[in-house]
C-alpha cells in the first residue's frame, strides 16, 4: 500500500504565503508523477499543480505566478508554496499521486487525506 501524508495548511491572511507538503511512503517502486488538487465547499476538486517525474509541470491557469510546486525525488515527496494567496484560494488542498507500486504493475492513483487552507483577514 502506499500513503501520502500531507502538511502545512492553516489559516493565512490575503497576501500571506503558505507552504504544503507531501510525502509519499508504502510500496512505491516508481513515481510518474506527484500534484496538488483543491477542493472549495460546494464545488468540484480540481486541479492546481502536478510535477512528473522528469521535472514537467502543469498549473491551473488560475495560480500561475503565485504558486509553484516542487519535488524531492529522493525523499519522495512534493511542495507547494503559496504566494499571494487570496480568499478564493481557500479549499481543502490534496495531494495526488500516479504511483507504480511494484514492476509490471500499473500506476495507480493516491490520495492525501486532505489539508485545509483558508485565506482570510
Known amino acids: 500500500q502506499v500513503q501520502l501524508v500531507e502538511s502545512g495548511g492553516g489559516l493565512v491572511q490575503p497576501g500571506g504565503s503558505l507552504r504544503l507538503s507531501c510525502a509519499a511512503s508504502?510500496?512505491?517502486?516508481?513515481?510518474?508523477?506527484m500534484g496538488w488538487y483543491r477542493q472549495a465547499p460546494g464545488k468540484q476538486r480540481e486541479l492546481v499543480a502536478t510535477r512528473t517525474t522528469g521535472g514537467s509541470t502543469n498549473y491551473a491557469d488560475s495560480v500561475k505566478g503565485r504558486f509553484t510546486i516542487s519535488r524531492d525525488n529522493a525523499k519522495n515527496t512534493v511542495y507547494l508554496q503559496m504566494n499571494s494567496l487570496k480568499p478564493e484560494d481557500t479549499a481543502v488542498y490534496y495531494c495526488?499521486?500516479?504511483?507504480?507500486?511494484?514492476?509490471?504493475?500499473?500506476?495507480?492513483?493516491?490520495w492525501g487525506q486532505g489539508t485545509q487552507v483558508t485565506v482570510s483577514s
Open positions: 495526488n499521486g500516479k504511483i507504480q507500486s511494484a514492476w509490471g504493475t500499473r500506476a495507480s492513483d493516491y
Open positions: 508504502g510500496s512505491i517502486f516508481i513515481i510518474d508523477r
